[in-house]
């Protein structure tokens, strides 16, 4: 159920309130392992006498994949975006506290990088020891009880991380812990299991955290009376991260199965007094066979002995929701509408701050220990947009907070680096627009050809070519994607254009591999029927990030969407001859694709040939400055894909942004058509069909 607004009495009770059970710093936890540890007290709660009978509730509020979306403002556009933001968030925090007496805030992680306002603190004019982070800085003043790693804290390093969490982790390339300084950080305790120091053998940060708390509860005589409960704290990141941040993690760290780290450190919190075990698992549902290395383990961990309640993330997604079609809350024991995964409580909060999650767990005590009453429990993920599409009110005190760097940013990504004659967009993408992909592979494949000329002389006879991807494809509504207005460029529009803070590498692949790559791309369209009458949905749920195309007059290829996945590449040509095995290409790509993210068959780090040290969108404003004037003719236009043509009996549609038809038009897409203002999906999204046999 959504959150449906505040009335002015909670409101009045937000600002007056003050909940019984009040987040404190980290040192009020029994941590075990890690850089932060330390022991646990016996078993039990402390002596105190908790009368049989005795109920509770206490409410978990869960934020996820905030992505440093601190306020809700958009740095591409410079503009308000009312849809996302932590200031919105933290008045569904207020408002649920001045509601249950008792709650736990917990962050699920990927929460310090995703904005320009993160990549100006990390990369810019990186923040000092003494300085916490913005986004920190925002929930220290929320009162976070605790908190998860996802994988994008990686993106940075683990000397960044090391310093803005205000841990001294104990790594290869690092100096030794003791005579690293302390730094400013979160005043709550993180924590992250799965993820080992190989020079130690020991857990990164602290594996788990045990949160005392005095809660309000109601005695077997149904008066109010207070108790004790410790909440036990556990948090995994996906395994990949050792792929998708290769860069700086090879030989650093290693990772270990979300199961058996689960099933090694419960009994060890439950032996240290924990009543309750809450897992912070930054990845989705997958109950496909288990596997140590699985991106998505939080199916798997549902069934782990003691789990009383799952906080999870990483998938985008909300959860529960009742008219849901995600594949992963459609599985068998995966209840959309309780919001239960194989009947354990889970949430899923969505992410860059449109949603909380709240975990409403109902307790009992039996005199001897507190246990969840699952049949009273409440699961739900409350938006910030209300039931009229309005949003709930920013809390101000989050904007003053940060006010001096959300300034610095905004002065940073103004700057200017060119000039564009044409709107550079991905609206079309999709279905062939080059526009806002071109300019991307054009900086890609310049550096990298540079490069090889002055250092790699083996393979400077290799044709060196680029791939990107249309990294805002409309995923999140209609505003998620790129649009560069004609006129002046700046720091902010290159940013829309490469969304992700990775490096340029550069892959030696031969032609064969080459379609291998274009056929796991084209996975990002649904199978297509041309006798069915129907209407069908070209797109699939394959992410746009990973849809991976070539704009170069040299490289010429066909997608037959009438194939099944793996058959649907055609024609594949260089330079008008068809591209056999026995060809050899340099590919510019970037680490997370070169390294295995986003599992493209071959694509596993064994073809790098180049690992630079520079950041893509780095690379793509050095360019625009050399280049100065961005043309389409010579920058955005250049096709290298095409459908096959064939003729359909029914319409073949697709979503992309409203009131934007004329754009596809201008990208050389023909047989685009308008069919509904609104495609009914509640993301300001309109539906479009393409004709295929143009």
């Not at 064969?512 to 209407?535: G, S």
């Not at 699939?540 to 010429?556: H, R």
């Amino acid at each position: 159920m959504q959150f449906r607004g505040i009335r002015t009495a909670m409101l009045a009770a937000m600002v007056a309130g003050a909940t019984a059970l009040a987040a404190c710093g980290s040192d009020d936890n029994n941590a075990g392992g890690g850089n932060n540890g330390g022991g646990g007290n016996g078993g039990g709660n402390g002596g105190s006498t908790v009368a049989a009978g005795t109920r509770a509730t206490l409410a978990l509020l869960e934020t996820t994949d905030l992505h440093t979306n601190v306020l809700s403002y958009d740095y591409f556009k410079l503009a308000e975006d009312k849809s996302m933001g932590f200031e919105r968030v933290s008045t569904l925090i207020k408002a649920a506290r001045a509601e249950f007496p008792n709650t736990l805030l917990l962050d699920n992680g990927d929460t310090i990088q995703g904005t320009a306002l993160s990549d100006y603190q990390a990369l810019v004019k990186p923040v000092s020891c003494v300085e916490t982070l913005a986004m920190y800085k925002v929930m220290n003043a929320a009162n976070f009880d605790g908190g998860g790693i996802g994988n994008h804290e990686f993106n940075y390093g683990l000397q960044y991380l090391s310093q803005v969490t205000g841990n001294r982790f104990n790594v290869d390339g690092l100096p030794e812990p003791a005579a690293q300084p302390t730094c400013a950080g979160p005043k709550f305790p993180q924590v992250l299991a799965n993820v080992y120091s190989v020079k130690t053998r020991a857990p990164l940060f602290q594996p788990y955290a045990i949160l005392e708390r005095t809660i309000t509860a109601t005695g077997p005589d149904g008066k109010s009376v207070t108790a004790p409960v410790r909440v036990g704290i556990i948090g995994f990141a996906p395994p990949a991260i050792l792929s998708w941040d290769k860069r700086w993690l090879d030989g650093k760290v290693y990772t270990e199965g979300v199961v058996e780290t689960a099933r090694k450190y419960i009994p060890e919190m439950r032996a240290k007094g924990a009543d309750l075990i809450v897992v912070i698992s930054h990845g989705g549902l997958d109950n496909s066979t288990y596997s140590p290395t699985m991106e998505n383990g939080s199916y798997h961990l549902s069934n782990v002995a003691g789990v009383d309640a799952m906080l999870i993330g990483h998938s985008h997604q909300i959860f529960p929701d009742a008219a849901s079609t995600v594949g992963q809350f459609n599985l068998p024991g995966v209840d959309k509408v309780k919001g239960t995964v194989n009947g354990v409580p889970t949430v899923m909060a969505n992410y860059w701050g449109k949603h909380l999650g709240v975990v409403s767990l109902a307790l009992t005590h039996d005199g001897t220990k507190w246990s969840v009453d699952r049949a009273n429990t409440r699961v739900e993920a409350r938006s910030i947009q209300n039931a009229d599409k309005t949003y709930v009110a920013a809390d101000a005190s989050v904007a003053a907070a940060i006010d001096t760097e959300h300034q610095a940013t905004i002065q940073y990504v103004k700057t200017p680096i060119g000039t564009t004659d044409y709107r550079m967009t991905s609206y079309f993408a999709d279905v062939g627009d080059p526009g806002a992909i071109q300019i991307v592979n054009l900086a890609q494949a310049a550096y990298v050809k540079q490069y090889i000329a002055a250092n790699l002389p083996a393979l400077a006879s290799l044709p060196v070519l680029s791939v990107s991807a249309p990294f805002k494809s409309g995923f999140g509504g209609g505003s998620d994607y790129t649009d560069v207005a004609a006129g002046n460029l700046a720091i902010n529009n290159a940013a829309d254009l490469y969304l992700y803070p990775n490096t340029v590498y550069a892959v030696k692949v031969n032609g064969d591999e080459v379609k291998a790559w274009l056929e796991t791309a084209a996975r990002r369209f649904n199978q297509i029927d041309p006798a069915k009458t129907t209407e069908q949905q070209l797109i699939s749920s394959f992410p746009g990030y990973n849809f991976d195309m070539f704009t170069d007059a040299d490289m010429q290829y066909e997608i037959d969407v009438t194939q099944p996945v793996g058959n649907r590449i055609r024609n594949l040509t260089y330079q008008g001859t068809p591209v056999t095995a026995a060809q050899d290409f340099i590919v510019a790509t970037n680490n997370y694709r070169a390294s295995g993210g986003g599992s493209f068959p071959g694509l596993d780090g064994t073809k790098i040939v180049y690992a630079s040290p520079d950041a893509n969108r780095d690379v793509l404003i050095q360019y625009i400055k050399d280049l100065g004037g961005v043309t389409r003719a010579a920058n955005g236009s250049a096709r290298s894909w095409h459908f096959t043509k064939v003729a359909t009996a029914g319409d073949v549609v697709f979503s992309s942004a409203v009131g934007v038809l004329a754009q596809a038009s201008a990208g050389g897409v023909s047989g685009v058509t308008l069919v509904a203002a609104d495609d009914g999906a509640n993301k300001n999204l309109s539906k479009y069909k393409i004709d295929l046999n143009q």
